[in-house]
Each structure stands twice: as C-alpha cells, then as structure tokens.
C-alpha cells in the first residue's frame, strides 16, 4: 500500500521520465535519418521532439502566470520557439532533452534527499496480534483501541503507543530517536509507535489508538513539511523576472547588433532553464532530511531560512533545561523504620497512582528490586495524596501537611530543603515514617547548549517559567542565562515573545500545554517532543523527537549549511549562466553548444546542493539526558 505522498512522488516521477524520454527518442531517430542524408527528414522529427516539451511548458508557464508567478521556465520556453524559428531544429530538441532531463535530475535529486522521511512513512504497521479471551486474533490497527493487549513479535513494528506489560522489552528505538543502540523497556514503561522489537516477543497494552499515537503523529509532520516551500525558494522566484528581463535585453540587443538571429537564439537556451529553478528546492529537501534523521522534524520549509537569524531565545524550565521528571534527593526516615520498609511501602501504594512522584517512587523500588505488594482499599485525594492498605497496614503517602494530618505522633523535625525540591510524606499505621526529598535536576547538556547558541550568535537567553521565582533564579543562574522570568502565565509568556519579537528574531523552546501559544507567537517556536503535550508539538514550528535539548544546536547548524549552500549554488549558477550569455551573444557560443553548457551548469549545482545531505560541522553530543525517549505527546510535565 502506497501513501499519498509517496504515491504522489511516483506520478511526477513517471510524467517526469515520459516527458524526457519523448526528445531523447526524437534526437535518436533524427541523428539516424542525418546519417543516412535525410536531413529534411531529421528536421521534422526534432521538431517533434521540441512539440510536446513546448506545450507542457505552456501549460506550466500558464498556471504559473495565473498564481502570478513569473517563473524561470518562460526562458525555457522562449528558447525552444527561437530554436524551431530559426531553424536550428537540432539546438531545440537538445534543449527540449536537457529541460525535461534536469526536471527528471532534480525529481530524483528530491526522492534520494527525502529518503529519511520516506522510511518513517514506510514503517507503518498494518496490523496487530491482539489477546481476545485466550485467543490471538490478527487485527486491523483502525480497530485496536486503548486498553488492548497486544502480542509483539520480535522485529515487529510497534503501531501503537502503550506500556510494556508483563517482563521487559528490547527495543530498536533509531527510527524515532536516531539511537543505533537497543534500549530495555521494562514492565510498566511507556513505548512509542513506530519503534521495533529487537528483542523477544513481548506483550504491550495501549494508550492510544494508532490513529491518535505518537508515530501517526510524526507522519503528519512529515508529509506537512515535505511539500512545503522555503522563504529562499520563494526569494529565488523574485529574482526570475530580473534575470528573464537581462536573458531577453541581451539576447535581443545581440540579434539588432549582428542581424544574427542563432546569436539570439544561443544567448536564449545557456540562460536555460537556470539553477535558481533547480539547485534551491534540492538543497532545502535535503536539509530537511538531514534535519530528520538527528530527530528533528521542521513543519516547513521556511524555518530554515529564519533559524540563522534568530538572535534571542526563550527557555522554557520544566521537561526543557530541567529533565523534567522527579528525582530522589535523599530518603529521611523515623527512629526504628528501615529505608527498605519505607520505600516498600510508599511505593507499593503509588503504583495505583499516575502521578510523576508516585511514578519516580515506583521506579527507584524497581530499580532496587524491592518487592511491591497491590494495594487495597486506595483513595486518592487530588492534589493532596493517597491512602490505602498494603498488607492490611494501613499507608498513607503525600503532602506533608496532609499526611501529618492524618497521624498522632509528631512529625519529623523541620529543615530546610533544597530550592525546587519537592517533599512526599510517609505515615505508616498512623505514624509518620519518614519522608522522600524529589527534585527535578537540570539537563546535563542545558548548559552546552546556551554557550554554543551564543557562540552561534544569539545575543539574548531568557528562562521563562511558572515556576517560583526563588526556583528559577537558581536554575537561570546555573546555565548563565541573561535574563528570568517567573511565575509566568501562558498570556505573560506570549507577551515576553512578541515584546522580543519586535526587535530581533526570536525562538520559544519549551515542552507543556501552557507553552503553546508562546510557541505559536514565536519566530520559531521549538517542542521538545520526546516528552512535551501535543499542543505543544502542534504549535511548535520545529519538533524535537529526541530528549536532548543538545539537537536544538543541530538545527541552528544544518538551516545555515543548507542556506548557504542554497545561496552558493544560486550565485554561481547565476554567474556562469551570465557568463555563457556574454559569450553566446559574441558569437563563441553557437546554439547547440550554449544548451550543452547551461546543462553541464544546471547539473553542476544540482549535485552541489546535494550536499546539504552532509556536512556542516554538528556539534558532538555534550552528554546523554537520563531519559532519551522518542516522542510522548499525551504527556504535559509542567
């Protein structure tokens, strides 16, 4: 089954290779009556070939006129008409071959710099084998819905994302993080559609339909930013009425100077069909690939004209320069409680709670192998904590103001914590038995980031947060920010943005619902995908698939690689094109040689911008995050 989008490369592809295969079968034939002295013959068959190539021009120029476009095709045009009226049949057909060949390069140029995109879109599963009673039964992934178990085969795609159910799973991870290394997922721990099992078969059960996962999400981007259209694209059409007026003022002042019309006719086909039309659209695919296969998916084309401007940047603090989840700082516990009970016990009962403390407990149990006993009987108290009996012993864990509540001996003495820190209390049988300090610590790589933006040339860094501002200023002064904002409410954070906005250009980076609408305000709005909310992702021009915030640097890298190669190949195509022009019009350059030379131009750029698939120098990876996980869009760690 095809995709739309790679449905539709193969109809151009196809129309693509029939336009050209109609002038190269008349030169054929045409060069064969030459050499057997049917020279009338040779001329009506060239022509021929010219014929169809003109009128898919025609049809193109007109669209293009209609949308008010003056493209670069119209010299193309022109030069195969001058050609078949001056009676230089042969020149015309070899323009009409080398026109229609260079769209079929530049077509193909495209399907190889797409090719990481493509194989995202390749991955999609069909379907699934899903437990019904005791029975597998093979499904349809329109059909599967949250709360299915699934059997997952090894080297299976997974189509879905869920959370691993049963014993751990080994999973290839690169198509969504880039990672070549397997990574384990254990039971309980969320898993992303798209990614496959390297390991055993395992059982998953969902959280989302494969409609509304993590993977069918990333194929909407894809496709979005696929046939989406560059600010340098669309500069480079500007520049096509200037140089369509110079190609007609030189060719025309050369026919009135020399009476000369194959003079003309010469100046017409080297000026065709340009590398503006050709060199800017294959290096802006290709920095797009490069860009997804470092887990960074661009919505469209134009952010990598406007990323090498940016000269302010705007940090969101939780999920962004933060980990975003909750460590354990340090574990107090009440004279005659063991560390081991305490944390048996609180995490026992937290495993009926979805709760990201609750989820770091469970987590530090498992990861110390402590056994954990279900909970019975469990209230959960919203924004407070939660009760229930472990063992028939009755636990209570949460704030500590709610949990001392709850017990008749006296809390643990008081002392101060750690800015940011977050306090869960523990009473066990109505006696408080200890208490787990969490913090939430800064990325690893959040300092490296910030130094090589500045190095990169952004002039102004601020974190923008909700957080407290005794918080915020400690983080802000750790990663040496200029300037921080606390406490701030979605409309402060957009009201930050445009103030910024009007002054330099500016990108948002940030993971949470509350960050949307910045992002949206933004230049550039970045959503740090691997664990950011879907409104976030939606909002966001540039989405990041893997948990470092190191790739934001990557971006920045490849949009100036990719717009100066896009430029490079511009200015000298445009300067070898006014160069055979010159020589054209004094008569060094006969029509049939000038359509070979602007050829050999047009090729030349061609895979000059093929280099955007490559090089640029990336920046090494400044650390590894605790957490390198592709995208969970469902969750909002602010």
Known sequence: MVTPATGSWMTSHGRAVALAAVPATALVLGLAAMAT???????????????????????????????????????????????????????????????????????????????????????????????????????PIERLHPGDRLLIRASEIIPADGQVHGGAALLDESSMTGEPIPVQRNAGEAVSSGVANAGAPFDLVLSNTAANSTYAAVVRLVDSARFSKAPVARLADRYALGFLALTVAVAGGAWFLTGDAARAVAVLVVATPCP????????????????????????????????PQIRTVFFDKTGTVTDGYPKIASIETAPGVAEVNLIAAAASLAQSSQHTISQALVAEARRRSIALTPPMAVEDIPGDGVKGLIAKILVVIGRPDFVTASVALAPLPVREMPAGSTVLAVAINGVLAGRFIFIDTVRDDAAATIAALRAGGVSNVTLITGDQAMVARDIGKRLGVDDVVAQATPQQKIDAVTKAKAKAPTMMVGDGINDAPALAAADIGVAMGARGAAAAAEAADIVVLVDRIS????????????????????????????????????????????????????????????????????PPETSKTSSDKPCRPDQDPN
């Open 276 to 307: 503006l039309i050709l060199a800017v659209p294959v290096a802006i695919v290709a920095g797009m690939s490069r860009a997804a296969k470092r887990g960074l998916l661009f919505k469209s084309a134009r952010i990598l004209e406007i990323l």
């Open 37 to 139: 002295s049917r020279g009338d013959m040779a001329v009506w068959i060239f022509a021929a070939g010219v014929v169809p190539v003109l009128i898919a021009l025609f049809v193109s120029i007109v669209g293009s006129l209609a949308r008010g476009d003056f493209g670069l095709d119209i010299i193309a045009a022109l030069s195969m008409s001058g050609a078949l009226i001056a009676n230089e049949a042969l020149a015309g057909v070899v323009v009409a071959l080398m026109y229609s060949g260079g769209q079929l390069l530049e077509d193909y140029a495209q399907g190889r710099a797409q090719h990481e995109m493509t194989t995202l879109l390749g991955r999609v599963a069909r379907t699934a084998q899903v437990y019904r009673g005791i029975e597998l039964v093979e499904t």
């Open 551 to 618: 790739r934001i640097n990557d971006a920045m890298e490849i949009a100036r690689h990719t717009r100066d190669i896009a430029l490079q190949s511009v200015t000298f195509g445009l300067g070898l094109s006014s160069a055979g022009m010159i020589l054209a019009a004094l008569g060094y350059l006969p029509p049939l040689a000038g359509a070979l030379a602007q050829e050999a131009i047009d090729v030349a750029v061609i895979l000059n911008a093929l280099r955007a698939l490559g090089g640029g120098a990336i």
